[in-house]
C-alpha cells in the first residue's frame, strides 16, 4: 500500500512542478495556436497571412499569461517581464532560422531539424523563463 502512496505523492510533486506546468503550458499554446488557425482559415476563410499572425499571435499570449500565472505564478511587474518575454521570443525566431538552416545544409531532413531546435529552445526557454522573465 506504501508504494502506491508513494507513486501517488510522486505524481502531485511532478506536477506542481514548474518544469512540468512549462511542458503543459507550451503544448497548450501549441493547441491554441493550430486551432485559431484552423477557425480563421479553415472555417472562417481569412487569408492565410493574417490568420496565421494571429493565431500566431494568440498562442504567445496565452503562452506568457499562463507561464507568468501557473508555471511560476509570477508576481512581478508584467510590462518588464512582457519586454523580455518579447526579446526571448525574437531571440528564439532567430536562432530557429539559423539552426534549421544550418542542419539541413548539413544533410538533416527539415522537419527533424525543426523538432531538434524546438526541444533544444524549450530547455533553454525553461531556465531563461524562471530565472530571468518569471523571476
Known sequence: MTAGVDSGRSVLRITRSSGFRF??????????DAGLLWVLHGLVGM?????TALSFLAGLVV???????????STGR??????RYAALVAVNLLVTVVLVKALTTLGV??????V???ALLSVVNYFVSRKWIFS
Request: zero cysteines.
Open 116 to 118: 531538434f531546435t524546438t
Open 63 to 73: 503562452n506568457f499569461a499562463l507561464n507568468r500565472q501557473w508555471s511560476f505564478a
Open 23 to 32: 511542458l503543459v503550458v507550451g503544448g497548450t499554446s501549441v493547441v491554441v
Open 109 to 114: 531532413m527539415y522537419l527533424i531539424a525543426k
Open 78 to 83: 508584467m510590462r518588464s517581464q512582457a519586454v
Open 47 to 51: 487569408w492565410l497571412e493574417p490568420a
